[in-house]
């Protein structure tokens, strides 16, 4: 490995929708080998090993994924495959993938002319219409013959198989027209008795709604007319047939805006349509969501809440999908307020659904709408005002935590390092410009901040350590530790002050948090350390003297004493076992290990005992 390059590999393992980091390794055949157990292990539903690349020369991070089990292994039930699928028969032509494949073909005219592929597969008047309409119907049946296998022969002879398929299914319409009941008093009751035994029963009845949707001028009043035929008593035939019409009626984006009530909210939009889709809109009024909902929308998420219409939900989850995908700005705040929006619906989805696929599906999406605005120059513009490289850190950090994707992630992460390393601002992290030791107390706070992130585990240990180096180089400017030592005051105050400032976050983790809790250590080491916290007390006033201790113990994350602790030999990085302590710092005092036992009852009874020795003394 060449100087100046650090690499390791993450391990990450995936339950339920979360990836979480299982582990660190820096070779790569061990953290293959150690994925392939917990693959084989069965407790995770996906495992991956990303190597993580750092350059120390120009800061660079770099992440490479260089092997992956389970994830994606399964499409969501919402995905599509986006093409067009040839029709050898009739039946194909009016299964689910042909009217499909209709929409792609013909969308626009279907817009145009405000019908659906059921529509015009169940109207004469529509396909005489679209046979007059110069080359649009020759035009469509050229592109799916493009579609075909190679091996069916050529294009001509495939767009005449499709001819054949298409004049076929207009002489179906032909001899059921005689045959299409009535629906002219709208009472669809009567008409679902009345073909109940046919065998083409749903042909029949689909045909009988386009007609009498015919006369409806809006896509509105058709969704309108169709929507009020659901009832949980329909037969489950029927029910399918009114879901495949009101399906189509959501591929025309007007009928979702006119259902849920225009806004210029895009994100409060898209919410509106999470929550619709998966039949919960009603919690959004519960929630006192600043729109108010029509009857017909409640009552279509009823039914959708019951999954009584799963065609009508894939379209509306392809509609979410186009939503987040859409270049239009999904607020009309800056950075900041469009991500988190972008958050705000990832935590919905996420809440809203089960299926771990439609929930990559979407997390996809929203990461590429995140990468469409995280790129350097919103990056720049986001902390060019800002002059405090401090202040540009937390900037950056905000921003990571509304980030999506980790690739996004990196990009700002990319950010921070440089900032820390340029040379002119090296003096305000070392608080040259300002009091010194209150630095320290803010580096703590950015070092904390960053481990909080979901950066990469190389990001977070690079920017702690650079960090660390600032605190470490502030504690050696100081000389606080030496001072503090040199105070004519007992071991016990000392080891309160430095305590103290543990508990207070004065010391970054790493060599500048490893010196003062050194320090203590040693000090705590001392023969009769426990009997000086609670020298000349009465029992009542030394037990809480003791608990006190204990508790800034805890408030500074050391919970024990260990007796192989060594000291430095550095003077001034911690107290020196020659020069600096009163006692053989080496001679660890059992009063000192029965008092901070971390049992609590153990610890009661020891500071009883120690209380009852000093009243005999």
């Known amino acids: 490995m060449s100087l100046g390059i650090n690499v390791h590999y993450e391990i990450l393992g995936r339950r339920g929708s979360s990836w979480t980091i299982i582990t660190v390794i820096d070779d790569r055949k061990s953290a293959t080998e150690k994925a392939k157990k917990l693959w084989s292990s069965k407790r995770y539903n996906g495992v991956r090993v990303i190597k993580e690349t750092y350059n120390k020369h120009d800061h660079d991070f770099s992440s490479v994924e260089i092997y992956s089990r389970g994830s994606g292994a399964k499409k969501s039930k919402y995905d599509q495959t986006g093409q067009v699928t040839p029709c050898l028969t009739p ?90 009941p009535s629906l002219a008093t709208g009472r669809l009751k009567p008409v679902i008795e009345r073909l109940e035994k046919k065998s083409n029963k749903r042909f029949l009845l689909i045909s009988s709604i386009v007609e009498y949707l015919r006369p409806a001028i809006t896509l509105s009043d058709k969704f309108g007319r169709v929507a009020v035929f659901l009832t949980h008593s329909r037969p489950d035939w ?36 999470a929550h619709l889709q998966s039949g919960h809109l009603s919690d959004l009024n519960a929630g006192n969501w600043a729109f108010k909902f029509s009857d017909e929308a409640l009552r279509l998420n009823g039914f959708l809440a019951d999954n009584m219409l799963p065609l009508t939900a894939h379209i509306l989850f392809d509609r979410l999908k186009a939503e987040i995908l859409s270049p239009e700005p999904v607020c009309d705040g800056g950075l900041i307020s469009q991500l988190k929006i972008l958050n705000e619906m990832q935590a919905i989805v996420q809440k809203l659904h089960n299926d771990i696929h ?53 990009i700002v992460a990319n950010f921070i390092l440089p900032i820390l390393s340029r040379p002119e601002h090296e003096p305000i992290f070392i608080g040259l410009d300002n009091q010194p030791i209150q630095r320290m107390n803010e580096l703590v706070e950015l070092q904390t901040k960053v481990m909080s992130t979901d950066l990469t585990e190389m990001h977070r240990r690079k920017i702690g350590e650079k960090l660390d180096s600032f605190c470490r180089t502030i504690l050696d400017n100081t000389q606080i530790l030496k001072k503090l030592h040199q105070l004519d005051v007992s071991l016990q105050e000392k080891a309160i002050k430095i305590l103290g400032m543990l508990a207070d976050q004065y010391f970054t983790a790493g060599d500048c948090r490893d010196r003062a809790e050194l320090q203590v250590r040693l000090y705590m080491k001392q023969q ?70 971390e049992d609590a009852s153990s610890a009661s009874a020891n500071e009883d005992a120690n209380t009852d020795a000093l009243k005999s003394k």
């Open 238 to 273: 029927v029910i399918e047939i009114l879901d495949q019409l009101i399906s189509e009626f959501m591929q025309h984006s007007s009928v979702l805006d006119s259902l849920l009530g225009e806004k210029d909210d895009r994100g409060a939009f898209m919410i509106e349509i």
């Open 358 to 410: 439609a929930l990559d599906a979407i997390n996809e999406d929203l990461a590429a709408r995140a990468g469409r605005l995280i790129n350097s120059q919103s990056i720049s513009d986001l902390i060019h005002s800002i002059h405090n490289p401090l202040e540009q850190i937390h900037a950056l950090l905000d921003l990571e935590r509304v980030t999506i994707g980790m690739s996004n992630k990196r």
């Open 528 to 597: 009769g350390f426990t009997d000086g916290l609670i020298s000349g007390m009465k029992r009542k006033k030394a037990e809480r003297a003791l608990l006190d201790f204990r508790d800034l113990l805890a408030r500074a994350g050391i919970h024990q004493v260990e007796p192989e602790d060594e000291a430095p030999s550095e003077p001034g990085r911690a107290v020196n076992s020659t020069d600096c302590l009163e006692e053989d710092p080496t001679g660890a005092s059992s009063e000192t290990n029965e008092a901070f036992s």
């Open 91 to 180: 039946d194909d032509l009016y299964s689910p993938d042909g009217r499909r494949s209709i929409w792609e073909l013909l969308a626009n005219t279907l817009k145009d002319w405000r019908i659906t592929p059921t529509e015009l597969l169940h109207s004469l008047d529509h396909y005489y219409k679209l046979f007059n309409m110069d080359t649009k119907l020759q035009n469509a049946v050229q592109r799916t013959a493009v579609a075909f296998d190679s091996e069916q022969g050529s294009i001509q002879n495939r767009m005449r198989k499709i001819y054949r398929v298409i004049d076929a299914s207009v002489e179906i319409m032909k001899s059921t027209q005689k045959s299409v």
